[in-house]
């Protein structure tokens, strides 16, 4: 809200004087993952801060969430476009989107990540569980897919390793495979989390990732819209529109569905039914999660054309 969209904060302290506090590094990486730029960086007093230093467990949670932040470059690299064109900061507290609700006025342990992720650091040593409060609609447990009402309170444990992260009913979440850095490999497919409701719609932003062409509007924007209706669910992939011509990917779309899919179809072809969700991510086709209640959908076609996915 300060107008300072990009900021940042050294994991673990520039410089330590105390002894190594495993728990508060722990929490500080969670944090500093869901910050606007993720940055491990410091001064040798008494010694370096890399992840490894800190014990096995402090490493894994680091890995962790490293790895997701890596994933969800897609959703980070669009939000900080907007950021350019909007000056909507990509990390916002709840009162900007819910001015009316008047318990987000002086909520300071939860905060928006884009649109779509609302997370909730756990600031508080020794601590087990957070007080989280949902604003209006429907939301989801990122880890856990638990559907939860808005307008409420609730209170969740939180083991170390775990940082609440809720997903905002109607999100669509562009993602890509796990890499070391951000040019590690071609980015061949695209992973959309999509959590259906009624009607929404989201634009994934690329550019080459190098220069400053951004500035002189060579970039391209797609555009996903999601449409749940009583009997159907139907998730549309625009081609890309702009001055940049971006990679060919195809996608592999994520969506939570209640009820199971009697047949998928892409731009007016079914689709085939795939035994596992290891199968969809490799083949073209579909398959459903009965347990988690989720639906993996591996397209034909790639973002050189438009498609259409109906589910009934």
């Known amino acids: 809200m300060s107008g300072v969209g990009n900021w940042t904060h050294c994991m673990g302290g520039f410089e330590q004087y105390s002894p190594y506090d495993t728990e508060l590094y722990t929490r500080w ?33 680091f890995i962790k969430y490293d790895s997701l932040r890596y994933t969800l470059i897609p959703y980070i690299y669009s939000n900080a476009y907007q950021l350019y064109k909007t000056a909507r900061p990509m990390m916002t507290p709840l009162v900007m989107d819910y001015p009316q609700d008047e318990n987000t006025y002086q909520l300071t342990r939860q905060y928006m990540f884009g649109p779509w992720m609302m997370v909730c650091p756990v600031t508080t040593k020794g601590a087990l569980s957070q007080h989280v409060y949902f604003p209006g609609g429907e939301w989801f447990d990122y880890e856990t897919g638990e559907r939860y009402e808005g307008r409420q309170y609730k209170s ?12 905002k009913a109607g999100a669509i979440i562009p993602m890509q495979p796990v890499m070391q850095w951000v040019d590690q490999h071609p980015v061949e497919m695209i992973t959309l989390d999509v959590y259906p409701s009624g009607i929404s719609s989201y634009e994934m932003y690329e550019d080459d990732g190098i220069s400053m062409d951004y500035q002189k509007g060579i970039g391209s924007l797609t555009r996903f819209t999601s449409r749940l209706a009583d009997d159907s669910w139907t998730f549309t992939a625009d ?10 990917h195809t996608y592999l779309v994520k969506a939570y569905l209640q009820n199971v899919p009697q047949s998928v179809i892409e731009n007016g072809k079914s689709l085939p039914v795939l035994s596992s969700v290891t199968d969809a991510e490799r083949n073209t086709g579909w398959f459903y999660d009965i347990e988690h209640k989720r639906l993996y959908v591996k397209t034909a076609g790639d973002n050189r054309q438009k498609i259409e996915i109906v589910v009934q």
């Open 239 to 248: 081609k890309p529109v702009g001055k940049y011509k971006p990679a060919k």
């Open 156 to 167: 969740f444990l939180t083991p170390l390793d775990v940082l609440p992260i809720y997903i």
């Open 29 to 61: 990486v969670q944090f500093g993952m869901f910050s606007p730029i993720a940055m491990v960086f410091g001064m040798d007093h008494p010694r370096y801060h890399e992840p490894w230093t800190y014990g096995p467990e402090a490493l894994a949670n």
